[in-house]
C-alpha cells in the first residue's frame, strides 16, 4: 500500500490547499513518516486529480496570481477511508537504511567503525530531539500517535546502535 496517497488524501481531507502549502507539510512535517519528496506530491497530486479522488478549484486573493486549489471528492473521501483502514489494519515491515551497513561492519577496523557510529549516533541524537520537542504530549493531538510511534523506532535504533558501539569499543 502506498502510504503517501493516504496522507495526500488526509491533508486535503483536513483542509483545502494549493499545491505549495501541500508541498511544504510535506517537505517540513512528513520527512519523518513516509520517503517522500514534493516532486513525488505533486506528480501524485496529478495523478489523484485524474482519478477523480481530488478536485481542482482556481482562486485568486487579491492582486495575486490565481491558485489551484486541491480538496478532496466524496470518491476521494472512501478511498482516504479505504486506505487507512487497511494501513491500520495490517502490519508493513519497513527496512532499515543503516542495516546494509552494519552487515559489513567487520570490513573496517574496530575504531574506524566505532568512528562512524558514534558520527551516526550523534546525528540521530540530533534528530531524536527534534522530534521530541515536536511530538505533541498527547497522543490523540494531531500527529501524536505518528509521531509516536516514530520516536519510539528511532529511541530503539538509538539504544540498538549505542549497544553495537559499545561492543566495538570493547574489542568483542
Do not use: N, W
Amino acid at each position: 500500500m502506498d502510504q503517501r496517497r493516504l496522507l495526500l488524501l488526509g491533508l486535503l481531507r483536513l483542509r483545502r490547499m494549493h499545491g505549495y502549502q501541500l508541498g511544504e507539510i510535506v517537505d517540513r512535517d512528513l520527512s519523518y513518516l513516509a520517503d517522500f519528496k514534493r516532486p513525488t506530491a505533486y506528480h501524485l497530486l496529478r495523478q489523484l486529480l485524474r482519478e477523480g479522488l481530488v478536485q481542482e478549484q482556481r482562486e485568486r486573493q487579491g492582486e495575486r496570481p490565481e491558485r489551484r486549489v486541491y480538496s478532496v471528492t466524496p470518491a476521494g473521501e472512501q478511498e482516504f477511508l479505504r486506505l487507512l483502514q487497511l494501513q491500520l489494519s495490517s502490519y508493513q515491515a519497513g527496512y532499515s537504511p543503516g542495516a546494509a551497513g552494519l552487515m559489513f561492519l567487520e570490513a573496517l577496523e574496530p575504531s574506524q567503525a566505532a568512528r562512524c557510529l558514534r558520527q551516526q549516533l550523534e546525528e540521530l541524537e540530533g534528530k531524536l530531539t527534534l522530534l521530541r520537542q515536536a511530538a505533541p504530549t498527547h497522543g490523540h493531538e494531531r500527529g501524536g500517535y505518528a509521531l509516536g510511534l516514530v520516536l519510539a523506532r528511532m529511541e530503539a535504533e538509538h539504544r540498538y546502535l549505542l549497544g553495537v558501539l559499545q561492543e566495538l569499543e570493547k574489542g568483542v
